[in-house]
């Protein structure tokens, strides 16, 4: 898989390769799929993500990006939890819809859609409200490109001590970034975006030893993040319910 310098906001462009892909019929429950493809593309992903590999997992999930967004928030962000989310474009108010939705108890800090997120605004934020337990962020505000300061971001979070959630949907596999280094606890993405696939999933790769809390913490069956990983690593690459095979299978074709 070769990370592309194209930041795209959706689907234009794959290759012959990637349609080629397509061609031939994959079932869902299939050793050569899952071990072959899902699990591999697992493997890679996390370790484009991460220097420390082995400390992170990749769950990839049914549906756009959103979908992915909307999996990583209900299923990491506890009942108890205070979640802040800095905004400044359409995606960053997107996530802030997800909370409500979910009835998380939530802040969303907003910014001018002409300005980056400021992470001295985050550390005021984090200093008056102690009781924020996880922070997110959009890492490329796609509507307008502008790239928020990731580095100064996860910084003054895990300065703080928090949980950091980045939508990094547009810029993943496009810059690069170390989810390690920098602190990162979540990360989303999709196939269709830099990576340059067509659509049908999305993913988060994240912190194992969090992940491992949120058994039984989401509020949606489907969108259960936690599950889906359990039943991803029990399985070797089964997804719970009907995968996007072709999708999958082209997304591994680059
Ligand atoms: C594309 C995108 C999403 C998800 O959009 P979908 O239409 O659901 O794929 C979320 N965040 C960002 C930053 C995006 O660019």
Redesign the pocket.
């Given at each position: 898989m070769k990370p592309y310098l194209l930041l795209t906001?959706?689907p234009l462009t794959t290759t012959e390769s990637v349609k080629q892909a397509m061609m031939s019929d994959w079932c869902t429950w299939d050793a050569d799929y899952n071990e072959g493809i899902v699990q591999v593309i697992r493997k890679e992903l996390t370790a484009l993500a991460s220097s420390r590999p082995e400390e992170y997992t990749t769950v990839l999930m049914q549906?756009?990006?959103?979908?992915?967004?909307e999996a990583a928030l209900g299923s990491l962000v506890r009942p108890q939890d205070h979640l802040l989310i800095a905004a400044n474009g359409a995606?960053g108010k997107?996530m802030g819809s997800i909370a409500s939705y979910y009835g998380i108890d939530s802040h969303l800090m907003k910014f001018e859609e002409t300005q980056a997120v400021d992470a001295q605004a985050i550390d005021e934020y984090l200093s008056r409200n102690p009781q924020t337990t996880h922070v997110a962020v959009?890492?490329?505000?796609?509507?307008t490109g502008i790239l928020n300061p990731l580095e100064s971001i996860a910084a003054t979070v895990k300065k703080h001590g928090k949980i950091l959630i980045v939508?990094?949907?547009?810029?993943f596999g496009g810059i690069p970034l170390d989810m390690a280094r920098l602190g990162i606890d979540a990360l989303?993405s999709?196939a269709?975006?830099c990576v340059q696939g067509v659509?049908g999933f999305?993913f988060v790769i994240v912190r194992r030893s969090r992940l491992a809390q949120c058994k039984g913490v989401a509020r949606s069956l489907s969108l259960d993040l936690y599950d889906q990983w359990d039943t991803m690593e029990k399985g070797h690459g089964k997804w719970r319910f009907t995968s996007p095979t072709h999708v999958v299978r082209a997304f591994s074709r680059h």
């Open positions: 906001p959706g549906g756009s990006g959103t979908f992915s967004v995606y997107r959009v890492h490329c505000e796609t509507t939508d990094a949907m547009s810029s989303i999709s269709n975006k659509p999305g």
